[in-house]
Every structure is written in structure tokens, then in C-alpha cells.
């Protein structure tokens, strides 16, 4: 019961995260292109201002959908398969 309480936490994070426009655009973004930087995702997004862009990529990096990785001062950021998989394959077509 516990961790199917996780999961159904778990996908109303992944759900809300992607119930945002701009944020299932960067969503589908990143299954194109891994390992992308805020600043060439906002060139690719061209009308996201970098604070809103930053947001964006918080809100769906704390619901488990995108990983991140530090590089120096840059951080990339890719979709997790996984969860990507299990809540909203459709991203993954």
C-alpha cells in the first residue's frame, strides 16, 4: 500500500509537471536531444525567459522527469527514461 502511494504521488508530480505547456515542449525537447543546457534549450525555445526557463526545469526535474548533470558552471539536463516510461511513454514515441 505504501508504495503504491509513492507511485500514485509520483505520477500526479510527473502529470502536473507536463500539464504545462512550455514544460512538456521542453519535455519533448529533450527526448530529441539529450544532455541539452538551459542556455541551448532557451535558444531552441527562442520565446522562454531564461528566470522562467530555470522554473520550467526545476519543476520537472523535482517531479523525476529530467536528470541533470554537472559540468563546471553548466548543468545538462536529459530526460530519466525510466519514469519517462512508466508515466508518460508517449513522450518517448
Do not use: C, P, R, W
Given at each position: 500500500m505504501v508504495e503504491e502511494n509513492?507511485?500514485?504521488r509520483q505520477a500526479v508530480k510527473v502529470?502536473?509537471?507536463l500539464g504545462e505547456p512550455t514544460r512538456l515542449k521542453i519535455a519533448l525537447l529533450l527526448t530529441e536531444e539529450r544532455n541539452l543546457c538551459c542556455s541551448?534549450?532557451?535558444?531552441?525555445?527562442?520565446?522562454?525567459?531564461?528566470?522562467?526557463?530555470?522554473?520550467?526545469?526545476?519543476?520537472?526535474t523535482d517531479s523525476g522527469l529530467l536528470d541533470l548533470r554537472k559540468d563546471?558552471?553548466?548543468i545538462y539536463y536529459s530526460v530519466n527514461r525510466e519514469i519517462a516510461q512508466k508515466y508518460a511513454p508517449y513522450l518517448l514515441e
Open positions: 509513492a507511485d500514485v502529470y502536473k509537471a541551448d534549450i532557451m535558444g531552441k525555445l527562442e520565446s522562454v525567459a531564461g528566470s522562467t526557463l530555470s522554473h520550467h526545469l526545476k519543476q520537472l563546471g558552471t553548466y
